[in-house]
């Protein structure tokens, strides 16, 4: 079973308007959670970064939240744009002093912002 | 600064016919990750390096696929004989370091096609 759950699949949105991505994580003891954004045909590139004690980290219209506790994440689009169409990737840093260096990828949601 | 470069862009060759992926990251970055990415899936880790060692390989397909990284800079990841199921983006990474405080870049991908 995947260490890093990522809901909804996919979403349609038109340009203008916010939506909110979800990322249910297991990974237990962690160092950070990353979101990242894949444009088609490109590698994924970093949004935010958080640490296990961080609770929100913005990055423009991007915002992410984190809570430790429930192991859930969100990233929030503000006034959505066309370029805003891609994969967004829910990434978590196993802890390395459990001699565990791996990323966990989420499956990514697809974000299609139309006019 | 110059990104994770990665050749070639794309690739289509025959069932168990063999290719080799090339990767050179950023200057100083000590750990290199090679990760397999279907269509609609997050990346999976192949194989990580920290300079020329391996740190985890368990999910390498070890009779067909290898990689090595000589020096502790460029990295190539071949596939011999190749399959149809290896249809994907081939992704490769590297971060300054192991324990996963700082952000991994990520090169441009291959996409592997086999007919």
């Known amino acids: 079973k995947n260490q890093v759950e990522q809901s909804p699949q996919s979403l349609i949105i038109l340009e203008g308007k916010n939506c909110t991505l979800q990322?249910?994580?297991?990974?237990?003891?962690?160092?950070?959670l990353r979101w990242y954004k894949q444009d088609t045909g490109r590698g994924p590139v970093s949004l935010t970064i958080?640490?296990?004690?961080?609770n929100t980290k913005s990055n423009g219209r991007y915002t992410a939240t984190l809570d430790a506790d429930t192991k859930q994440s969100s990233l929030h689009i503000t006034a959505s744009q066309l370029s805003d169409s891609a994969s967004y990737i829910c990434?978590?840093?196993?802890?390395?002093?459990?001699?565990?260096?791996?990323?966990?990828f989420g499956a990514g949601t697809t974000v299609t912002v139309r006019a | 600064e110059a990104g994770v470069a990665q050749s070639p862009r794309y690739k289509i060759i025959e069932k168990r016919q063999s290719v080799a992926f090339w990767c050179n990251p950023i200057?100083?970055?000590?750990?290199l990750y090679w990760y397999q990415q279907i269509l609609g899936q997050g990346p999976k880790l192949l194989i990580q390096?920290?300079?020329?060692?391996?740190?985890?390989d368990s999910q390498l397909p070890k009779d067909r696929f290898s990689a090595e990284r000589l020096k502790g800079v460029d990295s190539t990841l071949k596939i011999q004989p190749a399959k149809l199921e290896d249809s994907a983006v081939y992704l490769c990474?590297?971060?300054?370091?192991?324990?996963?405080?700082?952000?991994?870049?990520f090169g441009q991908g291959t996409r592997l096609t086999v007919v």
């Open positions: 990474a590297s971060s300054l370091d192991l324990k996963g405080f700082t952000e991994a870049f």
């Open positions: 990322c249910n994580y297991t990974v237990s003891p962690f160092s950070n």
């Open positions: 958080m640490t296990f004690s961080e």
């Open positions: 990434v978590v840093s196993h802890d390395y002093r459990s001699n565990d260096y791996k990323l966990s």
């Open positions: 200057s100083g970055h000590a750990t």
């Open positions: 390096f920290q300079n020329n060692g391996v740190v985890d």
